[in-house]
DNA sequence: CTAGGGTTAG
């Protein structure tokens, strides 16, 4: 066949040599017995070498040279293979080139990396005196679309109006998502509620619109509205009308939703079937999302990744992990939202090793530890207690951004490094980068955590006067236990009483925390009343109350409270240890006895017990006289869920590991004392994290310097 | 022969 012996050096010096290139001529000819081939291989036509083959065939066969294979070759040129340059010397061969080639060429612009050449073409082609039609329109809208440039689309908005093309229904509808891609909802619903036939599509883009621009009840009730006309939503519609009520968090909506599209029959496709999954674990029902994920028939690598995603959302760390796992079993291909997910769980639970192998992988897939990757892995490492590594990762992007910066920040702060947490900070705006409240949350954690109260008074300060960031409820928080903790009690009231919002129970908790450290006990009385009015389920508070009194010695009052805990049938959230050894993740909760090594575990403590007595250590008991209820009197203080942790580690590992421990509670004195023998005696490094912070033991001190 | 609306992420 003549198309595959052609010879493609002697059709380059065709193209270069000549002077003027050989013109090609558009006909109407549909008979050409090529045609059907030649638009076959420009379907298929995935190199540029082809390309140049298929184009010698065009000027070499007039009768192909149709409107049809022109549009597929310009299509081809622009948008497979990307090449512009290429697309505009072939279109500039067109003798007489007609609106329809234009268009074609517009749409080839439109869609390709630099929509911006697609609104220069319009302008060449106005100047030769073609106007645009209903065809032109929609392809311009996209480019402006595609470059959020609302100046331009009013252009073409006004264009639109002077050739009387805003009654077509493709105009209009592009014209409202030009308009709300850039952020102008008002004249997308403007244009909707001016027109006199709306079909599917308008409405879907109006919806849309609503969701993207953070309006999801706005959404939902033109979606309301228009299941009271005769229109019937399909897959698309409803995946856009779920996301809003993911976005929503409300339950019965969902179940509303989700009758809609089974009394309307409407297609489950693959996407509609994530957005479901999606929608159920955001509003909180993990039991439905699993039903429709277990009977999915396929699944991509978004139903996956939303499964994950949406349990890490709601704190099912571990099962998050699971589904991972059977996401490698089913042989599906994490992408770099799975890893994002994962990353997230591995944080949040510390399990550091499959943190590390997370890290691997995505070197090994040769993907850069940069962008949301990149961030979480800081954030994975920080949480994990490998703040070293974290700084490495940080270190080695080559984009950081406010979020890379906040989780370093928050991620030395929670390793007591304020110091390093305030360079960095400095760092930030040295480079010109903006800081946002999440950034502030870590800078005041920072000096709250090192006690550097004069620099977070200047901070919480600058927020506001040089920033211009409104100080949040979190911000208010910070600033107390930040005064309260560093012992300016009153100032920490006064604090309050000035605080320009609602101080909520995180606020009061902060200074109630001030006065156990500091010994306050009428303050904590009063704090403790308002906090049993705003949550009168939380069992912290009495806990903290009753140390507050243990520590005046007042045990008949911490006594009363533990019994007034009991009559209200509080659950005292149980204290929860993990340590990760070898992928496995053990957990232990207080006096637990599950664990297959129970014995060897409990051995372990006696040991550890008699040798720190041997050292002259001395249990603290206040706080063990009163989780004491009955017979285990002496051993309670002992079985806290850490120790067990620790003792399974020292039996379990090779001297010298360092030991790593993520606990769900704080750490109460007697364990920190306790830990900081161990690390001395056992020559460990052990890693504590608790609920606030992290506490890295070594040598017979803790890094927090037994502020916390 | 050309056209518009779709799911997951700090």
Request: net charge neutral; hydrophobic share 40%.
């Amino acid at each position: 066949m003549v198309i595959r012996s052609f010879n493609i050096q002697k059709f380059e010096r065709v193209m270069t040599s000549s002077l003027s290139p050989p013109a090609i001529t558009p006909s109407y000819d549909f008979n050409s017995p090529q045609l059907p081939f030649i638009l076959h291989r420009l379907e298929c036509c995935k190199s540029m070498e082809e390309l140049k083959q298929i184009h010698a065939c065009i000027i070499k066969a007039r009768p192909l040279q149709t409107q049809l294979v022109l549009d597929k070759f310009l299509s081809c040129a622009l948008s497979t293979l990307g090449s512009l340059d290429y697309a505009q010397s072939f279109f500039s061969q067109i003798r007489n080139p007609n609106l329809y080639a234009y268009n074609a060429v517009i749409r080839g612009f439109s869609r390709s990396k630099n929509p911006m050449q697609s609104l220069l073409f319009y302008g060449e082609m106005l100047e030769k005196g073609f106007c645009p039609d209903n065809f032109t329109i929609p392809f311009l809208l996209k480019a402006c679309a595609e470059l959020r440039t609302l100046r331009e689309g009013e252009g073409i908005h006004s264009q639109s109006i002077k050739n009387g093309l805003v009654w077509d229904v493709y105009v209009r509808n592009t014209l409202m998502r030009m308009y709300a891609v850039c952020g102008v909802t008002g004249a997308a619903q403007k244009l909707f509620d001016e027109s006199c036939h709306r079909d599917l599509v308008s409405w879907t883009t109006l919806i849309q619109g609503y969701v993207e621009n953070g309006f999801p009840g706005q959404a939902i009730q033109v979606f309301l509205e228009m299941s009271m006309t005769k229109l019937k939503a399909d897959g698309k519609t409803m995946v856009i009308v779920l996301s809003a009520c993911s976005e929503l968090g409300d339950l019965d909506l969902c179940r509303k939703i989700h009758s809609y599209i089974q009394d309307n029959k409407v297609y489950l496709d693959l996407f509609v079937e994530n957005a479901l999954v999606d929608m159920y674990l955001k509003c909180g029902d993990i039991d439905s999302a699993c039903r429709l994920f277990n009977s999915m028939p396929k699944k991509n690598v978004v139903s996956w990744n939303s499964m994950i995603l949406g349990l890490t959302q709601q704190g099912e760390f571990k099962e998050a992990l699971l589904v991972f796992r059977s996401m490698q079993r089913d042989g599906a291909e994490p992408d770099d939202v799975t890893l994002v997910g994962v990353l997230n769980s591995c944080a949040n639970l510390g399990v550091l090793e499959l943190g590390k192998w997370v890290h691997a992988y995505v070197d090994r897939k040769g993907i850069r530890a940069d962008g949301f990757i990149g961030n979480a892995l800081v954030d994975m490492y920080a949480k994990c207690g490998s703040i070293d590594q974290a700084f490495g990762v940080f270190k080695n992007m080559q984009h950081r951004d406010v979020y890379s910066y906040t989780s370093m920040i928050a991620g030395l702060a929670m390793h007591g490094e304020g110091e390093r947490a305030l360079d960095l900070f400095s760092e930030m705006s040295r480079v010109g980068m903006k800081p946002d409240e999440v950034t502030f949350i870590g800078i005041l954690t920072a000096c709250s955590h090192v006690g550097l109260v004069e620099e977070g008074r200047q901070y919480f300060e600058d927020m506001s006067r040089v920033y211009k960031l409104k100080p949040q409820i979190e911000h208010y928080g910070c600033m107390v236990d930040l005064l309260g903790r560093a012992g300016f009690i009153s100032e920490a009231e006064e604090f309050i009483r000035k605080m320009p919002i609602e101080p909520d129970a995180f606020v009061w908790g902060a200074l109630l925390g001030a006065c156990r450290i500091h010994g306050k006990v009428e303050l904590g009385e009063r704090i403790m009343k308002k906090l049993v009015e705003i949550e009168p389920e939380k069992d912290g508070t009495f806990v903290l109350m009753s140390n507050i009194y243990a520590s005046a010695n007042r045990w008949r009052d911490a006594v009363k409270v533990r019994k007034a805990m009991k009559e209200r049938k509080m659950k005292k959230i149980p204290g929860c240890s993990l340590i990760e050894l070898n992928g496995m993740v053990h957990e232990f909760r207080k006096g637990d006895k599950s664990h297959p090594k129970t014995k060897e575990i409990y051995k372990m403590l006696d040991e550890i017990m008699s040798r720190l007595r041997q050292e002259g250590y001395v249990a603290h008991t206040m706080s063990a006289l009163l989780d004491v209820a009955e017979e285990e009197k002496e051993h309670a203080l002992c079985h806290h869920s850490e120790r067990l942790a620790i003792a399974f580690g020292l039996i379990s590992t090779s001297p010298g590991t360092p030991l790593r421990i993520v606990k769900n509670l704080r750490v109460c004195s007697d364990c920190h004392s306790v830990t900081k023998f161990i690390s001395k005696v056992f020559r460990r490094e052990i890693i504590v994290r608790d609920r606030n912070r992290f506490h890295h033991f070594r040598g017979g001190s803790c890094s927090c310097k037994d502020f916390w």
